[in-house]
């Protein structure tokens, strides 16, 4: 079987460089282009973020927990769609993101838009390439500041260590919109294959960077059915997904080859009053392990978080945001204290509650400052790769986290 | 003149509280005036619904009109593609439009064109500078639907109501 190579592996120093500049460039083009007649089926846009971070302890994004705090983290993303026709688009789109350790330049979506079919309340299509993963609400879009209610995402759903796993898939969508008297129904259906570098999932998973690989072999799937009543006011969503990885063991490997498997449910509910939005979700997710040898017996855990969000539109620049949020690893060892008598780690590794209150500030259209400050107890999702000794970590700790964001 | 401190500062006092009254009265009056004005003005200024001549319909119900906007629709029932124009986020026509006529802040509208034009999946309206602009694109736009000042349309765009 030919190997497989996702597009990131064409990647270098260079594609970095390149899509900093274009975007740089592309500025001051868009003004130009916008003068030309016969340019409206081509859109672009673009977004910069610069973050900042300080911790009482535990290093987030970069050491954070240093005396100046943390700058390590920018995304910059660039997008350009075309419209051939009423049935065919293609949109595709750039990113570069370092965030703290961990840098990664690559194509985030490439999609050819094929409406195959219409009819008087709907239509359905075909979306091919890198397709988006829908999972909840913000997973499609978690790297663009400007559509985040806050700094960072609820961690619990939303997590860093995980991303390349759930941020897109490789192959296609099939997707059927429908326009009926109680609201608007958005089904997504993705097959295809996920990102080949998850060694962050690894370490979470094995507890150290072993010598082997965790690769997307066989075809995933995720699926969405969205519900958005006919004013808009109310929105719910069902996400469910089955990925499966294989461990391919490097040389020396205590481990064997085997399979870990994957499947998130999450449940999100968002209501618009006024000035006032709520938002909640609910994820609860199998996660198996077969295979992997005498010293990984097979198992299965259930990973549950949610959350619970209110914002608030003091005026029309000026956002407010709080927000609980709950991440437990293991629904039936939420103190953490079997995987820390297991795996010798601290049990606090096994859950976050997180607080987290906040501001958000639009100048103008185009910019974007958002502050918040969390209040946290335990450490679940900490990256390890930052956080190389685990003994260290402090269970209660504090955060500052910022961005500034210039969008065109 | 014992105190002329104290004594003047009592004399302004006594001397202030009628005029202040009145100065009370004005100001409700003109802030009246001026409110009433801006109303008036608010009301003749509305920003109304267009549409290209091609376009099918006299009239939309609010959430008919919500989900153009929304970009929940591609097309008109004959199968011709809709386009939607709008002006810039920070354009006060655009808000006035969003919260009069489709009683949304404008807010909501962003979320969903942001969501579509980060995600790659959906499409996204076409943003024109200001009103000369619109009527010009709407009116050479087949399907195309936007909207515009009262005092700018002209007969080369059809106005389409809001139930």
Partial sequence: MKEYRPLRYVNSMLLKRAIFIVTLLVIPLTEVAASFQ???????????????????????????????GSLDFHETGLNATY??????????????????????TRIDYAVLDWRVGSWEDGEWGLRLGRV????????????????????FLPQGLYYDRSRNLVHSTDGGQLYVNLNTHIGFFELKGNVGKAENDNKELKMAIFGFDTPGELVSKRENYWGQIKFESQSGDLE????????VLDYKPGTGDPFRAGA??????????????????????????????????????????????????????????????????????????????????NLGIPDHRGFTEDWVV??????????????EYHRLNGTSWLPAQANPDLSKLEQHWDMVAMTASFRF | MTFPKYGNRLAIRQAAEPATFQKVLVRLVLSGLLFGSFLWGGFTQAAELIANPSVPLKSVTLNEARALFYMRNSEWPDGSPITIFVLKDDNPFH???????????????????????????????????NSREMI????STPGAVGYVDKESIDEGVQTIEIR
């Fill in chain 1, 38 to 68: 016969g340019v409206d089926k081509l859109q672009v846009h673009g977004f910069l973020t610069q973050g900042y971070f300080l911790t009482s302890d535990n290093a987030v994004l970069g050491a954070s927990d240093h005396d100046q």
């Fill in chain 1, 83 to 104: 419209q051939f026709s009423n049935a065919f688009s293609f949109g595709v789109q750039g990113l570069f993101r370092k965030a703290g350790v961990s840098e990664d």
């Fill in chain 1, 132 to 151: 988006k993963n829908p999972m909840g609400l913000y997973n499609e879009t978690r790297d663009v500041a400007f559509t985040r209610p806050s700094v």
């Fill in chain 1, 236 to 243: 719910l969503a069902l996400s469910y997904a089955d990925v």
């Fill in chain 1, 260 to 341: 870990t498997r994957y499947r998130p449910l999450v449940l999100s509910a968002q209501y618009n009053w006024r000035k006032a939005i709520l938002t909640a979700e609910y994820l609860r997710q199998q996660n198996r392990f077969n295979h992997l040898g005498v010293n990984f017996p097979d198992s299965a855990v259930v990973t549950e978080s949610y959350y619970l969000q209110g914002e608030y539109l003091f005026s029309r620049k000026i956002k407010g945001i709080l927000r609980f949020g709950a991440h437990y690893l293991n629904k039936k060892d939420r103190g953490g204290k079997i995987a820390a008598a």
């Fill in chain 1, 358 to 371: 906040g501001l958000s500030w639009l100048p103008s259209s185009t910019w974007q400052l958002q502050i």
């Fill in chain 2, 95 to 129: 808000r006035q439009f969003s919260k009069q006529k489709l009683r949304l802040f404008p807010y909501r509208l962003r979320r969903v064109w942001d969501r579509h034009l980060f995600s790659g999946a959906g499409r996204i309206p076409e943003v024109v500078e």
């Fill in chain 2, 136 to 139: 010009n694109r709407v009116a």
